[in-house]
């Protein structure tokens, strides 16, 4: 951080200048992803600019600007990463919210054929132009809330070419929206119907022909397999992981949502870059995540739909030094919530986490879950500016104002495109 001492000629011109912050969060990350993170990891700037992104200071700014986005006294931080959602998909599923209200379980209603296979139905049957529109809303949405990137999962074709199409609309949705996307293959999100009793020709299937097929066209970043009980067990789980390694699909892994299944020790032998979930995990688990590098993402969103009681050991994970994110899991089934604000206040009031672990959670540490790290993530010198402006005097009340859609502006890449001149107002 350089404020204008030192500097007598403010000659540097830069794009687009933002001054009049009241709060900037720069949140730094240089030493690797955040574990148990404070304020003092916020790297805030009291009464900030950020000259897009060259510089970084306090006062008044010398450098010069084509444009100016005034803060207008407001806080400032990096747009919000949600490193974790099924944002493509047909149909919905509210008459399975009624069941679970209702006293219903999600794995029996999953086993009866509905859950997941019900939204592969309806996937299956939708156009890539039809995904497209949907899931395009969708990313108008999130992008109203804040969030600048998000992953998103395949998983609701489960064959290789409705798998490929969703991944297809993924990479079509990055190139046209503002929102940069990042794909994950889930093809192991559950074992189609068509292959109910024969899950070995699948798992083959997925590992002699999706994999390849996928990493051929580069469709995807990551490889991801729901392991749970009645899905994918442990030994089921490494063997698609490895697939996936071997193919250059990095590991990620839905584990210990419903029951502990020892998923978690698979983090070292399939280095495995997040792991999600976690309600049931335990210390071994931790271990080996922290030995693995892994970052634990947490999805409250989906622990408050589930109606599940169980919450992640927060306090195990912070004494193990373990560094959290959080996302929001969206998707029709576990989580219809995309706003990665909400998802801030749920860690909050679900699961103890304090606001600066929230907020990290939903950035830097959300970079680190999808390998971004090095282009997005926090405000600092040479990355990419995607930048939010929220209504509010303080950070802590991100968390507070439960719900609350404040918004100012956002600058996704250096442009501005939510706000006074935002392209997509
Ligand atoms: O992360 N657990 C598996 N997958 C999703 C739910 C998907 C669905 O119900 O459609 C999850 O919760
Ligand atoms: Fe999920």
Same mark, same amino acid.
């Given at each position: 951080v350089s404020g204008r001492k030192g500097r007598k000629h403010g000659k540097e011109v830069c794009d687009l200048l933002i001054m009049n912050i009241r709060q900037l969060l720069t949140i730094p990350s240089t030493e690797g992803p955040l574990s148990n993170p404070d304020r003092k990891s916020l790297g805030i700037v009291e009464n900030g600019f950020v000259g897009i992104i060259k510089e970084v200071g306090e006062g008044k700014p010398l450098m010069r600007a084509r444009r100016s986005v005034d803060a207008k006294n407001n806080i400032v931080l990096p747009g919000f990463i949600d490193? &974790? =959602? &099924?944002?493509i998909f047909a149909g919905s599923r509210e008459r399975e919210f009624s069941m679970r209200v209702g006293g219903r379980d999600y794995l029996e209603i999953m086993k009866e054929g509905g859950g997941i296979q019900s939204t592969v139905q309806s996937t299956r049957k939708a156009s890539r132009e039809e995904l497209f529109t949907e899931s395009y809303r969708r990313l108008n949405d999130i992008l109203s809330w804040g969030t600048t990137t998000c992953e998103v999962k395949s998983g609701y074709g489960l064959t290789t070419s409705d798998e490929i199409k969703m991944l297809d609309v993924a990479r079509k949705l990055g190139n046209e929206h503002p929102v940069d996307v990042i794909p994950t293959f889930l093809g192991a999100h559950d074992v189609p119907v068509e292959y109910r009793n024969e899950k070995e020709d699948y798992i083959d299937l997925l590992t002699n022909e999706m994999i390849p097929r996928v990493s051929e066209g580069n469709y995807a970043r990551f490889c991801d397999v729901f392991c749970e009980e009645g899905v994918f067990n442990k030994e089921e789980t490494e063997r698609i992981l490895s697939a996936g390694n071997a193919h250059g699909l990095k590991a990620k892994i839905h584990v210990d949502e419903f029951v502990n299944i020892g998923g978690c020790e698979l983090a070292e032998s399939v280095h495995a870059v997040s792991c999600d &979930?976690? @309600?049931? =995990?335990?210390e071994k688990g931790i271990e080996s995540m922290k030995s693995a590098g892994t970052i634990a993402v947490l999805l409250p969103g989906s622990n408050l739909f589930l109606m599940e009681e169980e919450k992640p050991p927060i306090q195990m994970m912070r004494k193990k030094g373990l560094p959290i994110a959080i996302a929001s899991d969206f998707n029709p089934g576990s989580s219809p919530i995309l706003s990665m604000p909400v998802i801030i206040s749920l860690s909050c009031l @679900? /699961?103890? @986490?304090t606001p600066e672990e929230a907020i990290v959670g939903a950035t830097v540490n959300a970079a680190y879950a999808l390998e971004e790290e090095g282009r997005i993530g926090s405000i600092e010198k040479g990355k990419k500016a995607d930048i939010v402006v929220m209504r /509010?005097?303080? /950070? %802590?009340e991100i968390p507070y104002?439960?719900?609350?859609?404040?918004? %100012?502006c956002i600058i996704k890449g250096g442009e501005i495109v939510v706000g006074k001149g935002g392209r997509l107002n």
């Open positions: 490193a &974790h =959602t &099924h944002m &979930h976690l @309600l049931k =995990t335990d @679900l /699961y103890g @986490l /509010y005097s303080n /950070y %802590e104002w439960f719900a609350q859609k404040r918004v %100012e």
